[in-house]
């Protein structure tokens, strides 16, 4: 089995920053691509940016120039740095985790989500 979970998120004004971790835990061999999705009220869940193991990135187009996703292979960590935020950038954050386990079989994980509300 395994486990994401992230921390950070709240509550930012508009231009203001955040920033979100995640960390994985478990039978963990490697990790492959991890990501950062959001979830806003009445919409569909959305890729906000994804990086690979070798540090390859991919943003929505939306939060490109704003948003940095970076990680840590060592310790099965993905960070992403949310900075002038607007108020379309509210959602609820998931990470995501493409994870070969060490019996290995690959799965892909989620987090359990965490909030971001940008508000004046």
């Known amino acids: 089995q395994v486990q994401l979970v992230e921390s950070g998120g709240g509550l930012v004004q508009p231009g203001g920053s955040l920033s979100l971790s995640c960390a994985a835990s478990?039978?963990?061999?490697?990790?492959?691509?991890m990501g950062w999705y959001r979830q806003a009220p009445g919409k569909q869940r959305e890729l906000a940016a994804s990086?690979?193991?070798?540090?390859?990135?991919n943003y929505k187009d939306s939060v490109k120039g704003r948003f940095t996703i970076s990680r840590d292979n060592a310790k099965n960590t993905v960070y992403l740095q949310m900075n002038s935020l607007k108020l379309e950038d509210t959602a609820v954050y998931y990470c995501?985790?493409?994870?070969?386990?060490?019996?290995?079989?690959?799965?892909?994980?989620w987090g359990q989500g965490t909030q971001v509300t940008v508000s004046s």
């Open positions: 995501n985790a493409q994870v070969e386990t060490r019996i290995l079989t690959t799965t892909n994980v």
């Open positions: 478990g039978s963990i061999s490697r990790i492959y691509v």
């Open positions: 990086i690979t193991r070798g540090g390859s990135t």
